[in-house]
């Protein structure tokens, strides 16, 4: 019989963002492009800088479900390029969302953001990403110009 399966810690993404661009009210939800502009990552499975140039294709549903659909690179310490495609969904209550927006940070009771990142890797040190399953944690961010995804190796 086949073990559960756990999670580890990959690593810790810091991403720097741009304000917002708000497309409006579309027939699925308020759909907003949020441009990331660079950011940093490390723990133990690997570490560098968030490129510039990747966005999150946000899309906040009629039902108050925020559906997160992002693709961004990464270029590790070691001079790597991981591309990553990041899709999940958050739920927040109005309270949490005021204090973010005033840059108080928001409070991990009203909070739920939960992702799927998949990276695409060339050869080499980091090939074993392309077939392993990681879960994302977004963190109630203190502002709008940054979030903190918390990444975990499923094993």
Do not use: K
């Not at 479900?65 to 270029?75: I, K, S």
């Not at 050869?123 to 918390?150: C, Q, S």
């Amino acid at each position: 019989m086949a073990h559960a399966p756990s999670t580890r810690h990959a690593f810790t993404l810091e991403v720097e963002l741009a304000p917002p661009i708000d497309v409006g009210e579309t027939p699925h939800g308020r759909r907003r492009v949020i441009p990331i502009t660079g950011g940093t990552f490390s723990g133990p499975d690997a570490r560098g800088q968030v490129l510039p140039g990747g966005a999150d294709w946000n899309l906040v549903r009629p039902d108050g479900v925020t559906h997160l659909w992002a693709r961004y690179t990464l270029r590790t310490d070691d001079g790597h390029h991981l591309m990553v495609t990041n899709e999940g969904w958050g739920t927040r209550d109005e309270a949490s969302v005021r204090r973010i927006s005033a840059g108080g940070g928001g409070e991990p009771d009203g909070w739920y953001c939960r992702t799927n990142p998949r990276f695409e890797v060339g050869e080499g040190p980091y090939a074993w990403m392309n077939h392993t399953l990681f879960i994302g944690d977004l963190r109630p961010p203190a502002g709008l110009d940054r979030v903190t995804i918390v990444v975990h190796r499923v094993t």
